[in-house]
């Protein structure tokens, strides 16, 4: 299966989310809309239309998926954003960009015309921007054929897949389109006549009109008076707010009134359009063929053929009772175009998952996103703002800390994320399409015995001609019928009475009327089973639309009668489907008005024969449509709060309803099943605990981890109210196979299913501290810093996502107020074994239990959500006491191995090591509460240097050189600051009194100890000048020469490269005794290392090398331009004194002179560094060379060899400045000159 890792969320749209993504194996990012399966005729249409276009100025189509709950749609990734953000961001644009765009504009709707394809609502939200700036276009999910009717084609694709047409659907939405914001659409679209090519064209002058001017041509708040301007004026002259100066051209206030002309007829045409002067001639690539033209003819280039592929099967299993799918589409008339709809082999549908599981994980949802992207895609009727990513939650956590101050507290808030409205959303009983799909039947106005009044009608009526209409209809549903015609009759009253049942007042008005009795009346005697049927039909309807219920109304007989009806005949599965819709909606219009309070419980009883006629219904082996119904009923009844929800809770109903779940082939039957128990669950969560205990944990958590979306969130709803409420805790919390099952769950692409996910986590984490450590291990640190990202803040949450955060902040404060507890148990362990060679029995078990949960603390640190809020003064405290801890494990006053054994030792003290570690690569943790860092820290660290263990040695050196270089630049940044800089501070005599001594020892030691110690020696240099005289009281020059001959081999290595970086700190202080190092060598090593690093320089062809090569030469000259200086200075003072008359010590300037000597030797290579194109490496190569031409002149012939000469001649072209010109030219002349 080809599976894609989703990364962050990038868009969002009306029930549609766009992901960032990638498919596994590939380097290339695509956009990923996950949208719900009501959205599938729209999802289909756009598919038809671009599955086959490959344009640049149109969004790339490239598969699309079908999961058990979403469609997936994989397409192009456009990381400008929309050009609708454009324009909210610059307000207006240029006249020349807005040419820029619109020549982009035109080139993509020309082809699309071309192909045959209306692209109906053109928007700047459908308009999105490639990186590089190119404007494509999107969402083509209204899009149609031009000639066809797009509403036949949506209805075609719902009944296709045995789905619901209602105002909810696409359908639906063409309706009424327009109860939206019309801005861009064409004046005879809004009259009702259909699109066209030409509506289109005055959409893209609104767009280029709005580019200009910020704001659409015609703008009103009021929709009636926005509709009334698009129809009757013409728009002003576009012109941007605040820019006076910012008229438009002729030619644009041209094409915009031809683009912009009420009457389709004489608005620009395409051949008009192209060659309008505004272009400019910018759209001759659009060529000579009009696409006025193009969709009647039949084009032969291939690059603008393309066909609409659509899928014609048909699975009869499940769609049994539809009408032949064949016959209405042959009734499907197909346009005229070269773009046609036709009938392939290969079906054009969605992939799904292999051997029929359609599985969700084919979308993985990724722990690492990648850089947040501006990216917007519109789908459909909504456009998908933004996501902006909040990498701050302290306001958030601040709330969660305000909300949770005490345990309760915590466990309160809690509870009231358990369940969310998404849990609890009622949907109607009766005419449920995903139970049973209901024939529509109309009534006969001509043979109806009543005036065939609307609703509107009757809700305007006065109450005598109401009460006189009510009185006919009563009188015609009392008579008895007589022969066929007058049951007929009767039935076609009661068509006509449900077509008003639907209006919320006239059910109101219905249900406590006096029709109601009678409506019981003929329920209970009527002679037809037909007439029965669709009195329970009125109703139902009655209950399910009813606004109100007053206390006459005889509710509790109407439920008796009801279930004495489905008792009397309960091997009529036919009858059953017709009675218990209304059955249940008449209880569930109880619950919910028993729950608002307003009348007393005792109005409405409810006889328990009718829970008992219910559970009957769920029962193994009855038709599934009344185990639907029953479980629809159970399931609205329970969401309510009312006594008579009490009556479905029984030792029973958790296995039955969870037996309907496992044994049902229907998705629609299986989530209502969950649904209903998870409602229940809400008031007695030992339902579902019975359902454990019968079926086994083991079961329960392979159908949360296989079960689609919506399963998988009931039932994480159903876990946490139980864990809420104490049963089953104790297992739970110590099952490691459920933390597993859930904490995979949040890799789910939902957002609730994370959340929820979140919440179970964090009440096992409340009552097993223990299970952090396993969750750790399943990477919840990384889930979670992933979904802190996404989260947002305010206005900017939507739904899932505020919910999502609310959840997260409980889990991130209860693991953060846990950590003190964590170290706190590890440290009283360690205590009490503390000076023990052999802990007890019972100290060896609180050891084997603490410990372990050091990676927990590692997790916690290296985490940029935790990591702020846990290293406190508090926790360095505690960290420099267990360092402690560790030195008395290296001196052996406490036995760990003997305790935990040696490989559970090593691995605690490396834990330890690695979390401090983390905690200095965030050097701003440990300035704040740097007295704490000197005072318990820093010791026990600098006595592990001394350690026996190679390891402890190497973190020990490692982590005591980051933490000081830390600690004394902070000083430094606070001497420059005014404060001053104690060179006797407890960190230097530290160093001083406790670990420079033994340094020549740690030095000599075997790779890699001495680079780390060298680094820490790099660093007290660096930043602290009396550090160099430490240095060279303890006499360790001569080891720092005997660390370079060991390492001469390998210059390029960190040890070499650290020495020099020591030796050039060294000789740069002025307080350094130069003649100290002169004794021993100084300028025969330079000269070495020098010699091999220009040969390495000149030969490096390897960036990388190059690199590492620059910055060790730039090192070493910095030291032999130190060197000199200080001869120079040696040399010059001595000359002064003589001319003076005071004397001098000539011997001494004769013998530094002397022992540089060698240095002139480097003079050649010098010169051969003067072309580099480095400036710092010419700058320093020719300030070294100046000096030593002053201080020894051309003491060879090699000096003024052809070579150098070339060099200098080389240079000296190419140098500009005045400066470098004079000193080169000094340096030819004294080399000239033999002293």
Not at 255 to 274: A, I
Not at 501 to 521: D, T
Not at 835 to 861: D, E, F, I, N, Y
Not at 1097 to 1121: P, R
Request: charged share 20%; proline share 4%.
């Amino acid at each position: 299966m080809e599976n894609f890792i989703l990364y962050e969320e990038i868009g969002r749209g009306n029930k549609t989310v766009v992901y960032k993504g990638r498919r596994k194996g590939t380097i290339n990012f695509v956009a990923i809309l996950c949208t719900d399966k009501c959205k599938r005729a729209e999802i289909t249409n756009w598919v038809r239309l671009t599955h086959e276009i490959r344009h640049k100025n149109i969004v790339t189509f490239h598969e699309w998926y079908e999961t058990s709950n979403h469609l997936w749609l994989v397409v192009e990734l456009c990381t400008g954003g929309s050009l609708e953000s454009v324009i909210a961001q610059d307000e207006h644009l240029p006249e020349d960009v807005v040419r820029e765009f619109g020549v982009e504009l035109i080139t993509g709707l020309y082809h699309i015309h071309g192909l045959g394809i209306i692209f109906c609502e053109l928007t700047p939200g459908k308009i999105l921007l490639e990186g590089s700036g190119t404007l494509k276009f999107s969402s083509f999910c209204l899009a149609k054929v031009d000639g066809e009717n797009l509403e036949e084609f949506y209805a075609l694709v719902g009944n296709e897949e045995g789905e619901d047409v209602s105002e909810s659907t696409p359908q639906g939405y063409l309706k009424n389109r327009f109860r939206g914001s019309p801005l861009y659409t064409a004046p005879e679209a809004i009259k009702g006549n259909d699109f066209s090519k030409a509506s289109d064209l005055w959409s893209l002058g609104c767009l280029l009109y709005e580019m200009f001017s910020g704001k659409p041509p015609f703008f009103s708040e009021s929709f009636s008076e926005l509709i009334e301007k698009i129809l009757c004026e013409d728009p002003l002259p576009p012109r941007p707010e605040g820019s006076a100066f910012h008229k438009p051209s002729a030619e644009f206030i041209s094409l915009l009134d031809g683009l912009l002309q009420k009457d389709p007829q004489k608005r620009l045409n395409w051949t008009d359009l192209l060659q309008h002067p505004f272009w400019k001639g910018s759209l001759r690539h659009c060529g000579t063929d009009s696409a006025d033209n193009q969709g009647t003819s039949s084009s032969s280039n291939e690059d603008t053929e393309s066909s609409v592929s659509w899928s014609t099967k048909e699975s009869v299993d499940s769609h049994k009772n539809l009408d032949n799918l064949s016959s209405s589409r042959a009734d499907l008339k197909l346009p005229s175009s070269s773009f046609k709809i036709v009938e392939t082999q290969t079906e054009l549908r969605p992939k799904s998952a292999v051997d029929g599981e359609s599985n969700e994980s084919i979308f993985l949802l990724s722990s690492r996103p990648t850089p947040r992207t501006s990216t917007a895609v519109e789908v459909s009727d909504a456009t998908a703002a933004p996501i902006k990513n909040f990498s701050q939650r302290d306001s958030c956590l601040k709330k969660a800390e305000n909300m949770c101050s005490s345990q309760q507290d915590m466990e309160s808030a809690l509870r009231e994320l358990i369940y969310t409205e998404s849990d609890l959303i009622i949907t109607p009983i009766i005419d449920n399409p995903k139970i049973i799909k209901q024939v529509s039947v109309r009534f006969d106005s001509k043979t109806l015995h009543v005036p065939a009044h609307s609703a509107e009608k009757l809700s305007s009526m006065k109450d005598v001609d109401w009460n006189n209409f009510l009185k006919r209809v009563c009188s015609l549903l009392d008579s008895t019928e007589k022969n066929t015609g007058a049951a007929r009759s009767k039935l076609n009253l009661l068509y006509y009475l449900c077509t008003l049942a639907v209006h919320k007042e006239i059910a109101s008005r219905l249900m406590s009327s006096q029709l109601f009795p009678i409506l019981m009346q003929q329920l209970r005697a009527a002679s037809s089973w037909d007439i029965r049927a669709k009195v329970a039909r009125v109703i139902g309807l009655l209950a399910l639309h009813t606004s109100e219920l007053g206390e006459n109304v005889p509710v509790s007989e109407t439920v008796i009668l009801l279930t004495e009806l489905i008792r009397d005949n309960f091997r009529n599965s036919k009858l059953k489907q017709c009675l218990l819709p209304a059955l249940g909606e008449l209880l569930y219009l109880v619950a919910r008005e028993e729950e608002k309070g307003e009348h007393p419980r005792e109005c409405w009883a409810v006889p328990s024969a009718a829970y008992t006629v219910l559970m009957r219904c769920l029962r193994e082996g009855e038709d599934r449509v009344v185990n639907h119904l029953a479980a629809k009923i159970i399931e609205n009844v329970c969401t309510t709060r009312a006594c008579h929800a009490q009556g479905f809770i029984t030792g029973e109903i958790g296995p039955v309803l969870w037996y309907l779940f496992t044994h049902s082939a229907v998705d629609s039957l299986k989530i209502t099943a969950v649904s209903a128990l998870c409602r229940i669950t809400r008031s007695s969560p030992s339902a579902f605990q019975s359902v454990i205990e019968k079926v086994g944990l083991t079961a329960v958590l392979n159908s949360l981890a296989n079960g689609i979306c919506k399963i998988q969130q009931y039932m994480l709803t159903m876990f946490s109210a139980m864990l809420s409420c104490g049963i089953h805790l104790q297992r739970l919390i110590q099952e490691k196979d459920f933390v597993t099952t859930i904490t995979r769950l949040l890799e789910s692409p939902s957002t609730f299913i994370r959340a929820k996910a979140f919440l179970v986590l964090l009440q096992v984490l409340i009552n097993n501290r223990e299970m952090l450590l396993l969750s750790c291990q399943t990477r919840l640190v990384i889930y979670i810093e992933r979904d802190s990202r996404k989260a947002t803040s305010g206005k900017e949450q939507q739904g899932g996502s505020e919910y999502l955060s609310k959840c997260l902040d409980l889990l991130i404060y209860h693991i953060v107020r846990e950590l003190p507890g964590i170290l706190g148990d590890i440290l009283t362990a360690l205590t009490n074994v503390s000076g023990r060679k052999h802990p007890s029995t019972v100290q060896a078990k609180q050891l084997k239990m603490c410990l372990p949960m050091m990676p927990v603390v590692l997790h916690l640190v290296t985490s940029q959500v935790f990591r702020p809020q846990i290293v406190t003064k508090e926790f360095l405290f505690n960290y420099g006491t267990l360092l402690e801890f560790i030195r008395s494990i290296e001196s052996g006053e406490i036995n760990l191995d003997r305790a935990i054994g040696q490989a559970a030792s090593e691995e605690f003290i490396k834990t330890t090591f690695l979390t401090f570690e983390a905690v200095t690569e965030h050097p701003s943790l440990l300035t704040i509460h740097h007295l704490t860092v000197e005072d318990r820290i820093l010791p026990p660290l600098v006595s592990l240097v001394h350690s026996q263990n190679v390891e402890w040695r190497l973190f020990s050196l490692r982590l005591l050189s980051e933490t000081t270089s830390l600690l004394l630049s902070h000083e430094v940044m606070d001497e420059e600051k005014g404060e001053s800089l104690d060179s006797n501070s407890k960190l230097l005599s530290l160093i001083r009194d406790l670990l420079l001594p033994q340094y020549e020892h740690i030095l000599m030691a075997p790779d890699p100890v001495p680079l780390y110690a060298l680094k820490l020696l790099v660093t007290l240099t660096e930043h602290s000048p009396a550090s160099v005289s430490l240095v060279e009281e303890i006499h360790l020059f001569p080891v720092l020469f005997q660390v370079i001959l060991g390492h001469q081999d390998s210059i390029l290595g960190n040890t070499m490269q650290t020495v020099i970086a020591l030796l050039n700190n060294i000789v740069a202080n002025k307080s350094t005794n130069m003649m100290l190092l002169f004794k021993e060598g100084l300028a025969h090593h330079i000269c070495n290392l020098l010699t091999e690093a220009v040969v390495l320089y000149l030969e490096a062809d390897d960036k990388s090398s190059t690199k590492t090569v620059n910055a060790l030469l730039l090192s070493l000259l910095d030291i032999l331009q130190c060197m000199l200086m200080y001869t120079a200075n040696i040399v010059r003072q001595t000359l002064q004194a003589q001319k003076s008359g005071t004397g001098g010590d000539t011997q001494a300037a004769e013998d530094l002179l002397l022992i540089n000597k060698p240095l002139t030797d480097l003079i050649s290579l010098l010169i051969q560094l003067l072309p580099s194109e480095d400036t710092e490496i010419f700058v320093s190569a020719s300030q070294c060379l100046s000096l030593l031409v002053q201080l020894y002149g051309g003491n060879s012939q090699e000096s003024m060899s052809p070579e150098n000469m070339d060099s200098f001649a080389e240079v000296l072209k190419s140098k500009k400045d005045t400066r470098q010109l004079k000193l080169l030219l000094r340096i030819v002349k004294r080399l000239s000159k033999k002293k």
